[in-house]
């Protein structure tokens, strides 16, 4: 069968890889049309018609800036599954572009599968009406997305968190701080995330770290679509290294981290290395969020706990100085430390077992079948 899978971030590009790889074991005459990033070019042996690097706009005033280069992807994409015509085109979060997709493939009577549901429950609960018209199936990984859709009345299908496989597969390096030419010194891992507006408004905070903690030394997480230039114009100097494709590593051999709010808190998480979670955006665009967003919590952790598992601070709270208190309190109050570890554990039992890639997998074969 002909499948056409849409990513638009970095997190995506990791969970579309991997699905990629289950439908193969699904499917042995499998053809691949993607949208996403290195990781599903590797997966499909395919060149994607637009690299996430190219789709990713966080924040409302920073969509406002790039509506023209948005419209451009939509009709590029909209134009490529009508001349492929695929059998399913699968969705994967990304709900501001893949929305507007899963309308116009339904309009063209392809069955549209949501990998990764939009996270409607947080803010624009109506779109939930939207999804029942135009997504025929739709995969969640969240437990608590499924009590959400059953009071809409419609019928999904949980299949664990791919994080679970993604980390369960992955090889870790023995030699980390030697390949990376680290010293001994304890390690706080810093992930400013994988965004041009995010790495902007966090990493300066992050890096004034540096004078707080002679003790310990830092290393950036470098998200894929940048290179070690652009992280040194937030370090200058100063020697704190960026390792790539990494960021799994990093986390193992680190005693904390600093996390920008998204996937890699829950990957910290699961890690189970104690995190403080940040996040700073344009005031407008937190602004306007605060006024729809209805979710108590911004980091997955504390979403699926369902209680303050980490500490998160965000906008004006989040400075240095407030980073640096927690920091402490991670690395040296053990009972803060092992709170938070216990923490872990909840979300341990909450998120199950891995599998995610190859229960969506096998479902979205039997569905086309």
């Known amino acids: 069968m002909r499948y056409y899978l849409i990513a638009g971030e970095t997190s995506g590009d990791l969970h579309g890889a991997n699905l990629i790889k289950a439908l193969r074991k699904e499917d042995e005459q499998a053809q691949f049309y993607i949208v996403g990033g290195d ?8 060149l994607p018609l637009i690299h996430t690097s190219e789709m990713a706009f966080m924040g409302f005033v920073e969509v406002i800036k790039n509506l023209g280069k948005i419209r451009k992807n939509l009709q590029l994409v909209k134009e490529d599954i009508r001349k492929q015509r695929p059998d399913t ?43 029942k018209k135009v997504v025929d199936h739709m995969f969640c990984i969240l437990p608590f997305e499924i009590d959400f859709y059953k009071q809409f009345h419609y019928s999904v299908d949980y299949v664990g968190n791919p994080l679970l496989d993604a980390i369960s597969a992955y090889t870790f390096n023995p030699d980390f701080k030697k390949t990376n030419h680290l010293n001994e ?13 995010e790495i902007e408004k966090l990493l300066p905070e992050m890096v004034n770290l540096y004078y707080l903690f002679p003790a310990h030394q830092f290393v950036i997480a470098g998200a894929p679509n940048f290179d070690e230039t652009h992280y040194k114009r937030f370090t200058g100097d100063l020697p704190i290294p960026v390792v790539f494709n990494q960021t799994y590593d990093l986390l193992k051999n680190a005693d904390a981290a600093v996390v920008t709010s998204g996937t890699a808190t ?24 605060r006024l729809l967003v209805k979710v108590k919590f911004i980091s997955l952790v504390n979403l699926i706990n369902n209680f303050l598992s980490v500490r998160e601070l965000i906008q004006k709270d989040c400075t240095t100085r407030n980073i640096a208190d927690e920091l402490d309190e991670l690395l040296n109050n053990k009972e803060h430390r092992d709170s938070v570890l216990e923490n872990y554990d909840i979300l341990e039992e909450k998120l199950g077992t891995p599998g995610a890639s190859a229960k969506a997998a096998k479902l979205i074969v039997g569905y086309l079948s």
């Not at 507007?100 to 493939?105: C, G, L, N, Y």
């Not at 010194?185 to 507006?197: D, Q």
């Not at 104690?274 to 407008?284: E, G, I």
């Open 185 to 197: 010194r304890p390690i706080i891992a810093l992930l400013p995330g994988s965004r041009t507006m």
């Open 39 to 46: 990781l599903m070019k590797e997966a499909a042996q395919e």
């Open 266 to 289: 829950l990957e910290t998480g699961i890690l189970k290395v104690p995190q403080v979670v940040v996040y700073k955006a344009n005031s407008l665009t937190v602004m306007i969020a």
């Open 89 to 131: 085109v699968i969705l994967i979060d990304f709900p501001g572009f893949n929305l507007k997709i899963a309308e116009f493939a339904k309009s063209l009577g392809i069955k549209v599968c949501y990998y990764i549901s939009p996270k409607i429950w947080a803010w624009n609960q109506g779109r939930v009406h939207k999804i």
